[in-house]
């Protein structure tokens, strides 16, 4: 499969622990973006990189939340001292970054915080 | 920043029945709009997408239209079957600026069989 890969699928944590998600873009795909999903509700825009460049960051994100792609590859995105609040689907997706072209998803790692 | 209004939040509908969905962006500078559909606990998957010098595309039972000027596009799928049921997303972007991507808040599609 070829596709968008996140892991883990699912992550149980306590408050106030950080928790750290990785996600694999499609290969030749160059721009790779964050998105928090929750219930009843659309993709919410985090971040995104093209290359290794954090070129935009959503003013809801928190300083709590930080993510990497530090060879333009995959990316991580960590959530320290975690709040119930956060409990979310976390989207990972990517694009070639060529005019207009598609979000590719992955399948999501689920936060639940206890 | 882009403002995606999405109408109806809940929709059912008999099989073999159309399903409209609309949808209404705010920054007239967007020119890409994709659709999604996302089955339960699955990722989102791109079903049909338009860009903003096209009036509609067609796939299939899918079709997408676009109107710049009222700047709303709506999906449509014709002959519905119930493995269509499903939300539904819009999502708006301007890939002049970044290609942001910003969604709607989604339509949950039921086709009653």
């Known amino acids: 499969d070829t596709g968008v890969s996140q892991n883990p699928r699912h992550k149980i944590t306590k408050r106030g622990q950080n928790v750290t998600f990785r996600c694999d873009p499609i290969s030749e795909h160059n721009r790779l973006y964050w998105y928090r999903q929750t219930l009843g509700q659309g993709p919410e825009f985090l971040t995104y990189f093209q290359n290794e460049a954090q070129l935009e960051k959503s003013r809801l994100l928190s300083d709590r939340f930080s993510a990497e792609r530090p060879k333009g590859s995959f990316s991580t995105l960590e959530i320290q001292r975690t709040e119930q609040g956060d409990s979310a689907m976390y989207l990972c997706a990517s694009s070639s970054g060529q005019g207009n072209s598609p979000l590719h998803f992955g399948n999501g790692t689920r936060l639940t915080v206890t | 920043g882009e403002n995606v209004e999405q109408h109806p939040s809940t929709l059912s509908v008999q099989e073999g029945d159309s399903a409209v969905i609309k949808c209404t962006y705010s920054d007239s500078a967007s020119n890409y709009f994709p659709w999604y559909k996302q089955e339960l606990g699955k990722r989102p998957q791109l079903i049909i997408d338009i860009r903003s010098n096209v009036g509609e595309k067609k796939d299939q039972r899918i079709a997408v239209t676009l109107n710049k000027t009222a700047k709303h596009f709506s999906l449509h799928i014709t002959e519905t079957q119930p493995e269509d049921s499903a939300v539904y997303f819009c999502?708006?972007?301007?890939?002049?600026?970044?290609?942001?991507?910003?969604f709607g808040t989604g339509t949950s599609l039921t086709v009653i069989p």
């Open positions: 999502a708006a972007s301007n890939s002049n600026t970044g290609n942001q991507f910003y």
